[in-house]
């Protein structure tokens, strides 16, 4: 690549999708994931073709939803790089490093806990709040550590009224897109598909017109995360890099929000081997 060129990443997760509001919808077992998936593949084109137009010269998708092979690669255009499989040592943020100059996190949803349409954090099996330097956070805020660290803005988020909001918090530098207002956990008022793809088509285009700003950095974090079962806060000691603080409670702390995020996704892997024992 070019020193001139604008690369950008995209991490793609489907609760936050126009439409969705059932599990039913995004999971290969589902009855109704063909739908879920067509409905993914229109918001990424949208994203794609906007970058494109904005003067993106290499856009790298990372599948990052569940067992991460929801992307039909026949929906995607030569110019797009797709990254999918689940096992990845970066997992919802591999492929990303300081060579993009913009992230964008399409399909994302709220906390486990929070009235977000089917919140939850990594894996509602194993973590029933997770605490970024104090404050309650899911997927939004641990993966933007990664980001950040690579000084790489993200530029547009989209996902719920409740994603959109807790955003503000973890990526002030982003445009959001509502894809729709939760109602419940499994309701919402949404808008149609082509809606979405018109708005999220315009925003990255006008996200990507403004990436003059200073790109963000971080320094020491502090990742508090409670299990749903003291098992799971045992083996997650077994990392050497986790303090237990608790029953099911664990901390987690580094220098840089990269090694946070590395050793929190080592530590979720060891904790999933314990699910119903």
């Not at 990052?64 to 499989?85: C, F, K, W």
Request: overall charge negative.
């Amino acid at each position: 690549m070019g020193a001139g060129t604008l690369k950008v990443y995209v991490s793609v997760d489907m609760e936050g999708l126009a439409g969705v509001v059932h599990w039913d919808q995004i999971m290969s077992s589902g009855g109704d994931v063909t739908l879920g998936r067509a409905l993914l593949a229109g918001e990424l084109q949208a994203v794609c073709r906007g970058a494109v137009i904005a003067g993106a010269e290499a856009v790298v998708v990372n599948d990052a939803h569940s067992h991460m092979r929801n992307i039909d690669p026949l929906t995607l255009e030569d110019h797009v790089q797709l990254i999918s499989g689940h096992f990845k040592p970066m997992y919802m943020m591999e492929g990303l490093d300081e060579t993009f100059q913009a992230a964008v996190f399409l399909g994302y949803h709220g906390s486990i806990g929070s009235s977000s349409v089917l919140s939850h954090t990594y894996n509602p099996n194993v973590i029933w709040e997770a605490r970024l330097n104090g404050r309650v956070t899911g997927e939004t805020g641990i993966n933007a550590l990664v980001a950040h660290h690579y000084r790489v803005p993200v530029v547009l988020l989209t996902g719920d009224d409740v994603t959109v909001k807790d955003a503000k918090h973890w990526v002030p530098e982003a445009t959001t897109v509502q894809t729709k207002t939760s109602l419940s956990r499994f309701a919402a008022s949404s808008m149609t598909p082509g809606q979405a793809h018109t708005l999220i088509f315009a925003q990255i285009q006008a996200a990507l017109s403004r990436l003059t700003e200073p790109r963000p950095v971080t320094g020491d974090q502090r990742l508090e995360l409670t299990f749903q079962s003291a098992d799971m806060a045992t083996v997650a000691e077994w990392t050497g890099q986790v303090r237990r603080v608790g029953d099911r409670r664990v901390v987690i702390e580094a220098t840089d929000g990269l090694s946070l995020y590395r050793t929190f996704h080592t530590v979720l892997l060891l904790a999933r081997s314990v699910v119903d024992g």
